[in-house]
């Protein structure tokens, strides 16, 4: 099964989602592509103010990890520059991937499963197999896959402290 979803297959960061953008475009994809450049802005125009919030919030993520293990900071001025001209494009090396996680695809890869609610849904239905460790009630992880549950990409559901922890948690992944 091939992950299907925005952004580079080569990727090293990886959002797994339990949507995609409603545009016909988009309910056909079998295989992860790469955003062109205005590519964002459109989905954001055609879905609304969701959309528009998944692509700040993992922008803004990126934006925030420390340059000693991650470079996404040292693209652009600003996060907002990263996602325009970044986020989910070619060589980008991150994924917004619509397709349940094929873990052992990709070991060396930081995972994030966006909402507790899909990551249970993937536990569930046998679409995930992972030992999450719950560290409180919104995050959990599992170090040994390289893999967090956090919530969903929304202001209100994770804040600007939220992603400061996010980006704790990705730091400790990719030092071990």
């Known amino acids: 099964m091939n992950n299907i979803g925005l952004g580079c297959k080569d990727f090293t960061i990886a959002v797994y989602i339990g949507n995609k953008p409603n545009m016909l475009e988009y309910q056909q994809l079998s295989m992860i592509s790469p ?3 205005h590519e964002i802005n459109t989905i954001n125009q055609a ?13 803004k993520l990126l934006y925030t990890l420390d340059n000693k293990h991650f ?10 520059k990263y996602r325009d001209n970044y986020l989910l494009q070619p060589n980008s090396k991150t994924a ?34 992972a030992n999450l460790f719950w560290l409180d009630d919104e995050f959990a992880i599992d170090k040994k896959q390289k ?30």
């Open 35 to 37: 955003v062109t450049s």
């Open 47 to 59: 879905c609304g103010n969701g959309w528009r919030k998944v692509f700040n919030v993992y922008a």
């Open 71 to 80: 470079s996404y900071s040292s693209l652009a001025p600003t996060w907002q």
């Open 96 to 129: 917004l991937v619509f397709s349940p996680p094929q873990l052992f695809q990709h070991k060396e890869s930081l995972h994030i499963i966006c909402g507790k609610t899909y990551a249970k849904h993937l536990l569930a239905t046998n679409q995930l197999t």
């Open 147 to 176: 893999l967090i549950v956090c919530p969903y990409f929304d202001y209100r559901q994770l804040s600007n402290i939220k992603i400061e922890k996010l980006a704790c948690l990705l730091r400790e992944l990719k030092e071990t």
